[in-house]
């Protein structure tokens, strides 16, 4: 999965992250299985860490916030507000991918 991500041009790299986000944020709205929840937001994590000298600031900043979920998960009172959430990072990754920042 490393190997495949990183040989990806940065704008690929950063559409496949938002497009994972997304899919994070559908599944949660869905009622999807915990289990595999939390393995997605682990390859999320990995994503993040892989981006190499895409990073930022709010990107370290993203990983951290979804390794948090990840340690608490499944949390029903939250599950709202995580979707909610990775939808927003979702959309801030598309925005990097655009513009290749």
């Known amino acids: 999965m490393r190997e495949r991500f990183i040989r990806d ?3 690929v790299r950063m559409g496949n992250l938002a497009s994972n986000l997304l899919r994070l944020s559908k599944w ?11 393995d997605l937001m ?3 994590a990995w994503l993040m860490e892989w981006t190499g ?6 990107l370290a900043d993203m990983q951290r ?9 499944p949390l029903d009172q939250a599950r709202h ?16 991918a655009e513009t290749g920042t």
């Not at 000298?53 to 709010?58: D, G």
């Open 53 to 58: 000298s895409l990073a930022s600031a709010e």
């Open 81 to 96: 507000i995580l979707a909610l959430r990775a939808s927003q990072m979702s959309n801030r990754g598309n925005g990097d």
């Open 9 to 11: 041009d940065g704008p």
């Open 28 to 38: 949660i709205q869905k009622g999807h299985n915990d289990e595999e929840i939390v």
């Open 65 to 73: 916030e979804i390794c948090r979920w990840r340690r608490v998960w």
């Open 42 to 44: 682990r390859q999320i």
